[in-house]
């Protein structure tokens, strides 16, 4: 007997919320974890960046993997080293097994992040996956938000160790549960593993995510290094496209850019990435900086940002299935992008009220655009392909989020560098406020992809022969 298809989105939550909740609960105890191991603020870093770094090289192979021995195995198997991983961090007693730890739930996440949408459309037809990936959604964004919360408290109550320990009664719920209600999928037909293809890939997000791991400050790219692994990361990208669209069975079938609604799907979030990104490096100095509030005040500004793009995530989804992509996401970006133009035009003396306001303003444009844009997207795949697609999607926002913040991290410091130690308070306000008009026009910029974007009736076409895996 089947379970029925709200088992199977319970499930899929209890994963991708585990996911996401640890990695962001996880950036408050890095004081913690440089004190009790005796680390500088380099190697703390290396918390963070294993998993991002792990994570990213994973899902290429995603959709490889779950068509060699099925969907539901290779999600339940993620499950489980995801388990293994926070199992090996609760018990760790050096900074070496702490990151170890991290990279084993590095690989989990990329498994299970691109396959939970995956398993989600293969229970829901096309016209009801809006509601329920909007659903989906709202959980994802809230959990980053509630994840620095979460880490607070447990480390007020108990120790780094909780952080860990956490997710391993909801991995091993998820883990049980999964063996009952995800569908059974058979394994496709098994295709030669492209190696090259994987090696360039994974060498190019892997350098990529390292190098700008560590430009923190403009001096980072006076380092050969550093530029050493951004030209290598950069050839390595060049050569897996040209590798793949001369592959009859490539590692990831690059063709499905040719069907217009999935290409603007992924441009759409990729620029919604970038303002999320990029809004959680502003944010704070916008709030602290500028307008002289605490700490506290940047969280619950985020909070809004979560609530609501969370909330409207769900009628953003609903939107989608009635009504087709185009006005809801187009919405969406007015909304976010307007907003954060809004952010970048305050006065130094603006009330924090006002922040509040146009954070709310800010998720309910991500609640409306950025879920339904990117199920529209998959919808516009066959069904073999959605998992490629989601392992796409998946990184072209990780890699291009990477760069736009180190970009605009290296903006604010070469203006108040080019402004002197003397002008640098004067000049602070004015560089921030540089970087979110920038960010804004950029999401206002996207709304032409919106307007082209194919109609349900018109999302799916019959795919060319070229472009479907061979």
């Known amino acids: 007997m089947q379970a029925p298809r709200s088992w199977v989105v319970v499930n899929v939550l209890l994963g991708t919320l585990t996911v996401s909740l640890n990695n962001s609960s996880l950036n408050p105890a890095l004081p913690a974890f440089m004190s009790v191991f005796g680390i500088g603020p380099l190697m703390a870093t290396w918390i963070v960046a294993a998993f991002m770094t792990s994570m990213g090289m994973t899902m290429p192979l995603t959709s490889y993997l779950s068509q060699w021995i099925g969907r539901k195995r290779l999600y339940l198997w993620g499950v489980a080293l995801f388990i293994g991983g926070s199992l090996l961090g609760a018990l760790a007693d050096s900074i070496a097994l702490v990151i170890v730890a991290r990279v084993a739930q590095g690989i989990a996440s990329g498994l299970m992040i691109p396959l939970s949408l995956a398993i989600i459309f293969s229970v829901y037809p096309k016209d009801e996956r809006g509601r329920v990936t909007g659903l989906w959604g709202a959980a994802v964004m809230l959990a980053p938000a509630m994840g620095p919360l979460c880490g607070s408290l447990l480390l007020e109550w108990f120790s780094w160790r909780s952080l860990f320990l956490m997710n391993v009664p909801i991995g091993v719920l998820a883990l049980l549960m999964g063996f009952a209600v995800l569908p059974a999928s058979e394994p496709a037909e098994r295709k030669p593993f492209d190696l090259s293809g994987y090696v360039l890939i994974a060498s190019g997000v892997g350098l990529l995510m390292i190098a700008t791991g560590r430009l923190h400050h403009a001096e980072g790219l006076t380092d050969p290094l550093n530029l050493g692994m951004l030209l290598a990361a950069l050839l390595c990208l060049v050569a897996f496209v040209r590798v793949e669209l001369g592959r009859q069975a490539p ?19 990729v620029v919604q990435s970038v303002g999320m990104f990029e809004c959680l490096v502003l944010l704070p100095l916008l709030v602290q900086t500028v307008l002289g509030y605490s700490a506290i005040w940047t969280g619950l500004a985020l909070l809004c940002t979560a609530a609501f793009a969370s909330l409207f995530g769900r009628f953003g989804g609903s939107a989608l299935d009635r009504h087709g992509p ?46 339904p844009v990117t199920t529209a997207g998959l919808n516009a795949l066959p069904e073999p392909m959605v998992t490629q697609g989601a392992a796409m999607n998946n990184i072209s926002r990780r890699l291009v989020s990477a760069l736009a913040i180190v ?12 402004a002197g130690l003397e002008a640098q308070q004067a000049a602070t306000p004015l560089a921030i406020s540089e970087v979110f008009v920038a960010t804004g026009i950029l999401i206002l910029l996207a709304l032409p992809c919106a307007w082209r974007f194919p109609q349900s009736e018109e999302a799916a076409p019959a795919v060319p022969a070229a472009f479907e895996p061979r």
């Open 407 to 418: 970009i605009a991290s290296l903006w604010l410091e070469f203006r108040l560098a080019a």
């Open 251 to 269: 590692l990831l079938n690059l063709r499905i850019f040719a069907l217009r609604g999935y290409r603007l799907s992924v441009i759409i979030a």
């Open 326 to 371: 185009r006005a809801v996401v187009s919405l969406g970006l007015l909304l976010t992008g307007a907003s954060t133009l809004a952010l970048g035009l305050l006065e130094a003396d603006a009330a924090i009220g006002l922040v509040f306001l146009l954070m709310m303003v800010r998720g309910a444009g991500l609640g409306l655009s950025y879920m």
